[in-house]
């Protein structure tokens, strides 16, 4: 079995899973008084400041959550309704058109049911936004806008945004700017007080933490109105009991991540690299979608995404399923069917482009035998696939 | 040998997997996205696209740990099924999309993909029997559904698997049950699959708009009522025909005929609608070709009574003599010939004489 579909999810490094087994079987409530509150809380603020100190950011300034998703509610939403509610002109949400459903659907959501007005901020055939889009939708009328959002590293193709100098406008314009840097941790250099958004997107089982925690890195200064009302554990801005084991795990794969991302990066682009080297020389028509240069700045060190001309990627998928590879069309699903990818036209490619495109992530447990495995398999699996369209 | 098991979340589908499976095959489930929108969750007895009911069968290939993959065949769907279905009702004839959806969609469109992906057959939860490659009648006969699997060619059929043919459907479920197959009491689907509420004549009016025409007695030509759409109404209806004034002879009225073009229904009295030669298309033949003329039995609608019949081709066109009348025979449905309980072939029917 090889398995390239990091980007969905990737195994827990075993330091996060001894932690989190070690804790499964405590019993203490961080809100609670006595010892074995006590305890908990102990926890949770360790791994507050580990988290934060592994971000750059303060330890106030993090938000656990239930999840990736969960968080890029919370920013979009949270955001925009407090600026909303400071000023009611403020209604334009600025979303990169690359976004995360997660991301994308909470603004529409917002389009559709609070009166938002949304500017898809267009990006090139990379993937990417140039700054001076941004500054082109600010200028216009930078007193409605209410948030900007566009993420750090793409899910689908692994392009990298200029974060920072998008952070440096928004700021100039006194928008905050939320970033979903999901992909990004443990593959690029990250610093949240550096980069100058206001959020921060990040989630625990894209970098070896467990399922189902995450974390908002949400700047001191920056009103959120919450999404989920209760006990208000997390700094007024989310409540639920917290769950210490997965955070302590979330912890300790973060700070991980972050010390091995320089190690990681440079083996995940060497594996990358051959394994695109290896499917352009076997299927010579591949196209590889996305940031060309391979520039691990400029993209994820891990991503590999190509179309196979004539190729549908659910056909591509299911034959190399058969074949022990895992991988993925990268594309949303609903009910499981594929659509063509919103990211891949929004960088101007056609649907037959975005149907017949295949993503293939590397992660901490990549070998080059699952490498290997691809290029052995590609050239019969694309001929096979080929031959089922028209 | 590879198969592709059709799975509708249904029961029948899924033991249908099942079976294949334990036949030793290398079995994937494919449940067939019919809609670009499905709805999240089936209401009662109808509809096979909802998200329910890919979940279900999701549900079901992870019991019987075999791979699962939707396919979007919306598109094909829609054009070939739902799109015939309303131009077929406009055209005043009344068709049966799920012979279309066989016939276009399941043993074509999906066959043939599954045939360039290395599959070798494909599996489906149908009530029908293969016997040395030619098809019959299901043993459970109320389930019975040779009839709209009647256009199959018999290169199709070679790449078919029935299972569930041989066996009743209460038994069906049982096994279901037995195998810890969630679906088991699911209940079955009936009527059409795209129209969510059953209510086909609304879902026309939706489509094809309001087509105001008189309703006619053929006994005395005298206008009897009104309409807003011929379309709506199909020979041999009794029902909802709003008409108030009385038949001459008292007896009720049935619709006779339905004139798109001149937009107008006419009514009648029951024996008006024997029909003893029906005119119908180009045949399939679901095995060899029989010698013409051929006798044997003509069903002609689902779950319909059969009637024997002779049958021959006149410029290449199936004609079927029928020796006892049959009543109120729609155009646009599908007449199915069988030989005993194979079915022999089939052809969709363009007109009747009494
Ligand atoms: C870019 C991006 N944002 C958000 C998410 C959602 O995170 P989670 O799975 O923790 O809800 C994902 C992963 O699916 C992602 O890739």
Known sequence: MAYLDHAATTPMVPQAAETMAALLSDCGNASSLHG???????????????????????????????????????????????????????????????????????????????????????VDETGRVAPQTLRDALVAEPDDVALVSVMTANNEVGTVQPVDELAAIAREFGVPMHTDAVQAVGQLPLDFAQSGVDAMTVTGHKFGGPLGVAALLLGRDVDCVPVLHGGGQERDVRSGTLDVPAIAAFAVAAELAVKEQPVRAERLRELRNSLVDGVVVAVPDAQLNGE??????????????????????????????????????????????????????????????????????????????????????????????????? | MKVLAAMSGGVDSAVAAARAVDAGHDVTGVHLALSPSPASYRSGARGCCSLEDSRDARRAADVLDIPFYVWD??????????????????AGRTPNPCVRCNERIKFAAVLDRALALGFDAVCTGHYARLVDGLLHRAVDSGKDQSYVLAVLRPDQLARAMFPLGDTRKPDVRAEAAARGLIVADKPDSHDICFIADGDTRRWLEGRLGSQPGPIVDAQTGDVVGGHDGAYAFTVGQRRGLGVTVPAPDGRPRYVLDVSVVTRTVTVGPEDRLDVRTVLAGEPTWCGPQPTLPWQGLAQLRAHGEVHRCTGEVVDGRLVVRLWDPARGIAPGQTVALYDDTRVVGSATINSTAG
């Open chain 1, 36 to 122: 074995a509150g006590r305890r908990a809380r102990r926890i949770v603020e360790e791994s507050r400041e580990a988290v934060a100190a592994a971000l750059g950011a303060r330890p106030s300034e993090v938000v656990f959550t239930g999840g990736g998703t969960e968080a890029d509610n919370l920013a979009v939403k949270g955001i925009f309704w407090s600026r909303r509610d400071a000023d009611p002109r403020r209604c334009r949400v600025l979303v990169s058109a690359v976004e995360h459903h997660a991301v994308m659907d909470s603004a529409e959501w917002l389009a559709a049911r609070e009166g938002a007005v949304i500017t898809w901020l267009p």
């Open chain 2, 73 to 90: 065949v919306a598109e094909r769907f829609a054009r070939d099924v739902v799109d015939d279905f309303v131009a077929e009702y406009a």
């Open chain 1, 292 to 390: 060309p240069s391979l520039d691990p700045l400029r993209r994820l060190p891990g991503n590999a995404h190509f179309s196979f001309p004539g190729c549908e990627g659910d056909a591509l998928l299911m034959l190399l399923d058969a074949r022990g590879i895992e991988c993925s069309t990268g594309s949303a699903c609903s009910a499981g069917v594929a659509r063509p990818s919103h990211v891949l036209l929004a960088m101007g490619h056609d649907e037959a482009r975005a149907r017949a495109s295949l993503r293939f992530s590397l992660g901490h447990t990549s070998t080059d035998a699952d490498v290997a495995a691809v290029i052995d398999a590609i050239a019969p699996v694309v001929e096979r696939a080929r031959s089922t369209s028209g």
